[in-house]
């Protein structure tokens, strides 16, 4: 299933289930997702597109993927390097990023496959986390650059965390139309440029290690959303560095999770 949350053209909030080829319309779900659900036979029209969950908590993985790292000319972790972005950065496919008037001028774009946990997880083994995970979703671990490096000395989160810097669907594709994530072809597009183009059979540590390792110090909460790193072509490694600038479109694509689109914006 292809789960949104929307509203209806005239306000109306509703999360619902597209069927066939229609993107505009979505079958109304009642009930708990991630408890007890039905996909009625209503239809409503989507006017706007949320993020797919309101998740209680944002997990993240730094240096994921083996030619990030090495484009970054950092080591390749012993273990995940995980960190937390605000769920405050949360918005949707079709929502605008916002450059901040607080001033970041190297804002950044990370194209990242999600993992949104179904149920509470704690001390989950690796051979039983498929039963913990919902599904999947398309993410954007927007970055401030120059906070994470050197206004915030190093510190992640701050700079991962201002408004919109968590674009987040379209859809929430549930696991059993996605067999393997850790084969997946994953890009990032930029005003129609390519820029990352990889796929997720890169990343160092897969989905099952990655929701095993964090649940052993923390439970994940059902919702959590769980970003598990970006692949290489991100802007600041480039020559000259390429960041979000205000009129731009950053695009993520994953193959058979979705395409989630952003523009993006200064504040006023």
């Known amino acids: 299933m292809k789960i949104v ?6 306000g109306r909030l509703f999360r619902g289930v597209i069927k066939g ?13 991630f408890d007890r659900f039905e996909v009625t036979e209503r239809v409503e029209k989507i006017g706007k ?8 908590n944002i997990i993240a993985l730094g240096v994921n993927y083996g030619k990030h790292a090495g484009e970054t000319g950092v080591k390749k972790p012993e273990q995940p390097v995980i960190f937390i972005k605000g769920t405050n950065s949360v918005t949707g496919h079709g929502s605008d990023i916002i450059l ?8 950044d774009f990370e194209a990242e496959l999600a993992v949104v946990i179904g149920r509470d997880a704690k001390n989950v083994p690796p051979e039983e986390v498929d039963s913990y995970i919902f599904g999947y979703t398309c993410t954007n671990d927007v970055s401030a650059r120059d906070w994470q490096k050197h206004k915030q000395k190093k510190q992640w989160a701050r700079g991962k965390s201002f408004d919109t810097f968590c ?13 393997d994530p850790d084969d997946l072809r994953i890009r990032s597009i930029l005003n129609g440029e390519i820029m990352q183009d990889s796929s997720t059979s890169d990343m160092l540590f897969d989905t099952k290690t990655i929701i095993s390792d964090i649940s052993r110090s923390m439970t994940l909460l059902k919702g959590t959303v769980v970003m598990t790193g970006t692949p290489d072509g991100v802007g600041f490694t480039r020559e000259p560095p390429v960041f979000l600038r205000e009129g731009d479109i950053i695009t993520v694509e994953i193959e058979k999770v979705g395409t989630l689109s952003n523009s993006v914006k200064r504040e006023m």
């Open 49 to 56: 597109l949320l993020s797919p969950v309101e998740p209680p």
């Open 167 to 179: 674009p987040m669907g379209p859809s929430l594709v549930t696991k059993d139309e996605v067999e």
């Open 100 to 107: 901040p008037e607080a001033g970041p001028d190297e804002v």
């Open 21 to 33: 080829k229609r993107e505009d319309e979505a079958s109304v779900i009642e009930g708990d997702i």
């Open 5 to 10: 949350r929307f509203f209806t053209e005239d």
